[in-house]
């Protein structure tokens, strides 16, 4: 499956990022001038291990930090602050306001961005949440949700404002295996309803081949890009070495952990 | 190394499969059933609590007629008797209401200084610590204590008690405003953000709502802490302009030894208080931070 007519110039443009945070007694470096595009309709992943900088990464693509050096641009538009033109789905199941109903939920996005009003933003609403099949829960209060319906909604806001790209910040790692891989296929289906641009931050190498149509495999400490792939949702094996997807990508992430742990520990001895 | 401790231990043995045929049993017993009646009776926790205040009654009630010395401990019914008649004069009410007028007046001004303070606090950091400071040497200084320092200032009158007022709500409702306001988390501010909310409507649409239950509590805390500010200033002040309130009803049946009257001028103390608590903000927990799932 190929990504459908990608146009020349990429939706969003990251050149050259380094981000940089302050906690309370280290400048850290999350991102080391890292560069990748996003096209319109892609399913962009980012993957790799904790430390790599992808959850920072996107709350940069988000306008929540400043990066200190490069740009990043959306439809040509340097990224100044967040926006409702970048929808963002969070891990956290409290990103949902709990003293709003499901639909009031989906239409305070809409209405507090001034996208729609009144009826309009009802409707609207409405047909969001049957898209993610919580049609008799739009009058439930969050805390009556179970975790997965509450990612639902939480994507169902989301996709209602239309944005230029859906940022998903790890949306099913607080979710249960089962939950998480039905999560993955209703994610999948809505894509192929609408065909809206993703940007998916991943720590688990299946999710990131069954959701990503392009991955981006980034290193940790700092992140830096070591590779960006294509990819179909199945775990293929290479047709030349016969390694498939999900190790290959295994051993990319992991080829510099394995050369320090099997080295000489300082003062160690490697067997008894 | 492994390889031996692999062969000393046991391995599982191969054991049949099972797997249930057809439609599984349907014969069980109770599903669901509905308690009876007595069982939904003593679920009830208002009718619990009302047994319970009869039998303290009731005990009240034995104790003082074996004791037979009214100006000590007045039996209830006399205590019952004296408040009809103190409600029926109108004097109670009109005492209560001057109360609560009294309150209502220091409770609102207490308030609208403490969201001054809170968003003076929310935006800047000197601001934060002025804050945090004065609450933490304000908090713990007792109301009534102010009370020969305000007669100095504002003389014998309501601006004393107001004063005093303001002093026991603003810093409670302040602290807990603030605190609220501090723990909203980050995900629901990204949210806002996100939406493309800032400044005022940002502070009305995430953070309100997100620290009600934290403003709630401190309007409670606040409340009761002006409810006994006030009694205790009023037995202290007495009356101010000829009306005084319930501290001054109570005082006054004192020095006249009336005491079933200083018993029911103490009823309504506590009347007020418990109506304040289980009508108003009982009913405004349940229409909000209840049913958000915010509190249990």
Redesign the interface.
């Known amino acids: 499956m190929k990504p459908l007519e990608p146009t020349p110039t990429p939706l969003l443009e990251v050149r050259g990022v380094t981000l940089q945070y302050k906690t309370k007694e280290h400048l850290v470096t999350a991102t080391y001038r890292v560069s990748f595009d996003v096209l319109s309709s892609e399913r962009f992943v980012l993957l790799g291990p904790s430390g790599c900088g992808k959850s920072t990464l996107m709350k940069a693509v988000?306008g929540?930090m400043a990066p200190t050096e490069g740009t990043m641009k959306l439809k040509g538009k340097t990224i100044r602050?967040?926006?409702?033109d970048?929808?963002?789905v969070?891990q956290?199941f409290?990103?949902l306001?709990?003293?709003k109903t499901v639909k009031k939920n989906v239409m305070?996005?809409l209405e507090?961005?001034?996208r729609m009003r009144g009826t309009a933003a009802e409707d609207k609403a409405m047909e969001t949440i049957a898209k993610v099949n919580l049609t008799k829960f739009a009058d439930n209060?969050?805390?009556?949700l179970s975790g997965g319906m509450k990612q639902r909604v939480a994507i169902a806001r989301a996709m209602a404002m239309e944005p230029d790209i859906l940022l998903m910040d790890e949306p099913f790692a607080a979710l249960d295996a089962l939950t998480r891989r039905k999560m993955q296929d209703e994610l999948m289906q809505l894509w192929a309803d609408t065909k809206f641009t993703v940007l998916f931050v991943t720590h688990s190498i299946p999710e990131a081949i069954r959701v990503g149509s392009r991955i981006l495999l980034l290193s940790p400490h700092p992140g830096q890009v070591k590779a960006e792939i294509n990819c179909d949702g199945e775990d293929r094996a290479d047709p030349v070495s016969g390694v498939k997807l999900s190790d290959q990508i295994h051993s990319m992430l992991f080829a510099e952990q394995v050369e320090q742990t099997t080295a000489v520990p300082a003062g160690g001895r490697v067997h008894? | 190394?492994t390889e031996m401790i692999a062969r000393t231990l046991p391995e599982p043995r191969p054991r049949p499969e099972f797997f249930a045929e057809g439609r599984l049993n349907a014969d069980f017993g109770v599903v669901e059933k509905p308690l009876t009646f007595a069982e939904k009776l003593w679920n009830n926790g208002a009718l619990r609590k009302a047994v319970l205040l009869l039998l303290l009654a009731a005990g009240w009630e034995l104790y003082a007629r074996s004791l037979n010395n009214p100006l000590l401990v007045p039996t209830f019914s006399s205590t019952l008797e004296a408040f009809w008649t103190a409600i029926a004069s109108g004097e109670l009410p009109g005492k209560a209401l001057n109360s609560l007028r009294l309150l209502l007046q220091g409770y609102g001004l207490g308030l609208a200084l403490a969201l001054l303070f809170t968003a003076f606090a929310m935006m800047t950091r000197i601001g934060t610590d002025l804050l945090e400071t004065l609450t933490s040497m304000f908090n713990p200084l007792p109301a009534i204590a102010l009370l020969p320092l305000t007669l100095i200032w504002f003389g014998l009158g309501d601006k004393s008690i107001i004063f005093v007022l303001v002093h026991s709500v603003l810093w409670a409702v302040a602290l807990n405003t603030h605190s609220g306001f501090k723990s909203v988390?980050n995900?629901?501010r990204?949210?806002?953000?996100?939406?493309?909310?800032g400044g005022i409507?940002f502070v009305t649409?995430?953070l309100i709502?997100?620290a009600?239950p934290s403003i709630l509590t401190g309007l409670k805390i606040g409340w009761a802490f002006a409810w006994r500010t006030l009694i205790a200033a009023e037995l202290v002040f007495g009356a101010t302009s000829g009306k005084g309130g319930l501290g001054w009803f109570i005082y006054e049946a004192k020095n006249q030894l009336e005491i079933p009257a200083v018993f029911a001028g103490l009823f309504t103390v506590i009347l007020i208080g418990l109506l304040v608590e289980n009508l108003f903000f009982r009913n405004i927990e349940r229409v909000?931070v209840k049913?958000?799932?915010?509190q249990s």
């Open positions: 988000g929540y602050k967040p926006g409702p970048r929808m963002m969070f956290e409290d990103q306001l709990p003293w305070f996005a507090s961005s001034g209060y969050p805390h009556t008894d | 190394m988390s995900t629901l990204m949210v806002g953000r996100n939406c493309g909310l409507s649409k995430i709502p997100a009600f909000t049913r958000w799932g915010m």
